[in-house]
């Protein structure tokens, strides 16, 4: 592994009319600027901190202590919508151990506001949910309703006309 590290090897593809030292030279170059531009990149992005949603690990690495709450899975994905509306770091995780499962969200401690502003949002559209009719339970009643009214009866009789 070690001697597939340090042997690494380099492609480059140049398309000129004319090969000569200066355009082999320019070819260099533009390689450097470039392979210093993806360090460089690479490099800002492991020390950018991770949001949203991390592992514990990267929450509890992050040195600003971590809280936890319990959650139904009811409407998981709609909470981690609000969550991230409110720019809150949180992990959620599975507590298997008992029947039914329950879910932990450890956040930030920094985040308490947020999640208190998050979570009286998340409630506000849970009550929102519950108090709408059901669609399909109207459309039972409304079946019923039609089943139960007495159908017309008709009566074909000709009529002839001169």
Known sequence: MEE?????TVNLAISTTKLTGRAILTA???FAQQYSKMKANAQAKANEKPTGEQTIDQ??????GATNIEIEKT???GFK?????YGVDYAITKDASQNPPRFLVFFKARDGDAL???FKEYSASVLKK???KSVLKE????KELVAATPKKVREKTPERDL
């Open 75 to 77: 409407d998981l994905k």
């Open 28 to 30: 260099f170059r533009k």
């Open 139 to 142: 459309l039972a009643k409304l």
């Open 116 to 118: 208190t502003a998050a």
């Open 130 to 132: 519950e108090e709408r």
């Open 81 to 85: 919508r609000i969550l991230d509306k």
């Open 4 to 8: 597939e590290v340090t042997n690494r």
């Open 59 to 64: 929450l509890i690495g992050q040195n600003q």
